[in-house]
């Protein structure tokens, strides 16, 4: 039958925009992480460039579309039911596979996952194929895979991250030698040559090859081929000469200029190179339905070798792809989740890190360690002090208020990540190889800040940690990319009704993902981390330390009761949930102290006192927040070790104990957000009535032992709970009085 073909044509060309935002949302990190890293430019208008940037190179992807045609597999062994087959695999499992990365915040490459789709889907169709042939053989499965030019595809992937971290961490080496970190100070000719340099490679490489790729080049060709030299030199000389001259007479700062034209270039080597891996799949699928419906040959009967021919694409479809793509860019709240992580992992500097060092993290920084003091034993003294006199970073004076607008990294690195990156992938798209630009922009950035020696000691394990992360999981995609495309080309052939269920699953996870995202923007919204330009004074000391006190407080106070009465219950996942919820509060806590000696660093020299305050804050806070983690964990365990349950008299003297406890962090809590300091004496003084519940409590229990107590176990938690809870109290009645006590004082100041 014609109709579903029809219907899967249709699906396909809705899949195709899907896959279109859900791969910009992850690969827009790709030429956009240097620009906007660095500041050079507002973002409006590194968006802008990056918009032309991206139609320009939808235009220059037409040459690549042949990868999904006859890249991965060889279409003649296949008919045309089977090609529909693998198409509609890869595309669901595409969009789903790079959802999922990029709710994450996870920079993945759409290249591998395309590859590995078409791969995976491509094997479990031939592999069914094979089994219904009595003459064919598990032997003969190369004959319907393409496996040397997938082994080449793959190979140029695997190699793209060796060579992108080399020549990236090389190149950005020997720029800082040159430049070093008072770039503004270097005579004009280095910015001129570096200038001519940097935008020769830019036109050359990305304009000149990827202009091969399009309908365009034949009108150019005999002015091209044949003189490369030549154009490289006289661009190299136009170039440097008008660097020299915008720098000396129009006071042009070349890199922003750099930074500008290579935000453009990358952009158009990404959407010439990665368009493929979004529309690629569906214009295939068209091209393979034109020739089919014409034939008047069944669909299983159908040989695909037609698309082994080379077939223009339509140029009105790139450049609506294009613009899918700009609007995305624009929009994507996912897209800049995935630049941030990229962003973090290479700026210059400490701060919030978010990947947690692991084993393998510390043993590759204790081995570069050691390879660096090898190296140092062999350079001369004044080798080293020339080389670390290039390294030293100035000081920067911003006033309080405009810290946050320094950049993570400065021009010159920015420079260097774009013109690097833009010439790898422009290589290799003149090649047609779908070379992975995730992969190069990520290892390149990651390269130069390492040679930039970004990666201190403060912070190199948990970068490494990043790196290791993100690497990692781009084999998990490869895997899972091969996998679950197998499986649903599987399912697909199995039954036809698979393909509406599919689609149904893949709303229904994007849906779930894109409220979790939300959900997740919005609780970082609310998170309160240190602003160093506000916390200038004793008062906003206060105020920081109050806002934080009332959380805090309203936390625990929801958490215990918890922790209480899933207890009664008995309640295993209800109990798994409020340690999740309880961890998540120990961390944010860990991150404020982690952010201590910044605080410190901003205070003004009247304001010193106010650290102390602060740091035993934290302290106390945290001392709390232990302790609720601490009751959690052990009936958490508890339950789930099957013990049995508390005794109703247990239970009864527990929630006596949460009601007095709820009154009190009520108090609290409403005292601090209403900055209503006057009564925290009152509150303090209750501080005695709690203690005197909970010993009470201990001394029934107590009199159970010795009476008809049976349990070792609910003993042991019960003790547990109460001496806990004895803790918490205390550590929020030493936070009371000392917030006291400086609320007091600091009225006497003023």
């Known amino acids: 039958m014609e109709n579903p073909y029809v219907l899967m044509l249709i699906a396909l060309s809705v899949l195709a925009i899907v896959d279109l935002v859900v791969g910009v949302s992850n690969d827009a990190v790709n030429f956009l992480n240097s620009a906007i890293g660095s500041k050079a430019l507002s ?79 491509a094997v479990a169709i031939s592999l069914i194929k094979i089994s219904m042939n009595n003459t064919e053989s598990l032997a003969d499965l190369w004959n319907y895979i ?38 503004e100070k270097r005579a004009t000719y280095i910015s001129a040559l570096f200038g001519g340099f940097a935008i020769t490679a830019i036109t050359y490489f990305i304009i000149i090859k990827g202009l091969k790729g399009t309908p365009y080049y034949k009108d150019i060709k005999h002015l091209i081929e044949g003189n490369t030299t030549a154009i490289i030199v006289g661009s190299f000389v136009v170039w440097t000469l008008l660097s020299q001259l915008l720098i000396a007479v129009f006071k042009v700062n070349i890199l922003k200029v750099i930074i500008g034209i290579g935000t453009f270039s990358l952009a158009m080597a990404f959407s010439g190179n990665d368009l493929v891996n979004f529309i690629g799949v569906p214009i295939a699928a068209w091209n393979s339905y034109t020739e089919w419906s014409a034939s008047g040959v069944a669909a299983d009967a159908f040989s695909m070798g037609v698309l082994a021919k080379k077939v223009p694409s339509n140029v009105w479809l790139l450049l609506l792809a294009g613009a899918i793509m700009v609007i995305t860019l624009w929009t994507s709240s996912k897209a800049k989740s995935v630049i941030e992580t990229g962003i973090n992992l290479s700026r210059q500097g400490d701060g919030h890190e978010k990947f947690q060092p692991n084993t393998l993290s510390r043993v590759v920084v204790r081995a570069a360690m050691g390879i660096n003091s090898g190296f140092n034993f062999f350079i001369p003294k004044k080798t080293q002090a020339f080389i670390n006199s290039k390294f030293e970073k100035p000081v920067i004076q911003l006033p309080k208020d405009k810290t946050y607008e320094i950049p993570a990294f400065d021009q010159v690195r920015a420079s260097v990540n774009l013109i690097v990156a833009g010439i790898l992938i422009s290589i290799a798209t003149s090649m047609k190889l779908p070379l992975s630009t995730t992969y190069v922009t990520f290892m390149v ?29 781009w084999f998990l995609t490869a895997i899972i990319a091969f996998l679950a495309a197998g499986l649903v080309a599987f399912l697909i052939s199995w039954d036809l009704v698979m393909i509406p269920i599919l689609l149904a699953a893949v709303v229904a996870l994007i849906a779930r993902n894109s409220i979790a995202h939300r959900k997740k923007v919005k609780e970082k919204k609310q998170r309160r981390y240190i602003q160093r330009s506000e916390l200038i004074t004793i008062n906003g000391v206060m105020d920081e330390s109050s806002d934080h006190i009332a959380e805090v407080a309203q936390r625990v106070n929801k958490l215990y009761t918890n922790v209480v009465n899933d207890l009664a219950k008995h309640d295993l996942n209800k109990l798994r949930k409020t340690e999740k919820h309880v961890s998540k509060l120990n961390d944010e806590i860990d991150n404020l102290k982690d952010g201590v000696f910044y605080f410190i660093k901003s205070l003004d020299e009247t304001s010193v006192e106010a650290s102390r305050f602060y740091v035993l804050i934290l302290s106390y806070l945290q001392d709390v927040a232990q302790s609720i983690s601490y009751i959690s964990k052990v009936s958490y365990k508890h339950v789930n070790n099957n013990h049995k ?42 501080k005695k009535d709690l203690f005197e519940n909970v010993a009470a409590s201990i001394e029934k229990q107590i009199t159970r032992i010795r009476t008809d107590e049976t349990s070792p176990k609910n003993t042991t938690l019960y003790f547990s709970i109460l001496v806990e809870t004895q803790d918490l109290i205390s550590g929020l009645m030493n936070l009371l009085e000392l917030f006291d006590e400086f609320h007091i004082s600091t009225k006497k100041v003023e």
């Open 146 to 183: 393409n496996h040397k030019k997938a082994i080449q595809i793959i190979n140029g992937i695997l190699l793209s991250v060796v060579v992108a971290f080399s020549v990236g961490a090389i190149v950005q080496f020997f720029s800082r030698l040159i430049y070093s970190f008072n770039f």
């Open 445 to 473: 950035a990651m390269g130069t800040s390492l040679a930039d020696r970004a990666w201190g000691r403060e912070s190199a394990v948990y970068r490494v940690a990043g790196v290791l992360n993100v690497i990692g999981g």
């Open 43 to 121: 973002v409006r208008n590194i968006m802008i460039i990056a918009s032309l940037g991206v139609f320009f190179g939808a235009v220059t992807s037409s040459g690549m579309m042949e990868v999904a045609r006859k890249g991965i597999f060889n279409p003649h062994m296949f008919m045309f039911k089977d090609i529909m087959y693998i198409f509609m695999a890869v595309m669901i499992t595409d969009i789903l596979l790079l959802d999922v990365f990029n709710t994450l915040g996870m920079p993945t490459s759409t290249t591998v996952s395309i590859v590995f789709e078409l791969l995976g889907a």
């Open 645 to 686: 349950n508390l005794k109703k008299g247990q239970i009864k003297d527990l929630k006596h104990i949460d009601a007095k406890l709820e009154l009190l962090l009520g108090k609290v809590s409403t005292s601090f957000e209403k900055r209503n300091f006057d009564n925290l004496k009152e509150i303090i003084a209750e």
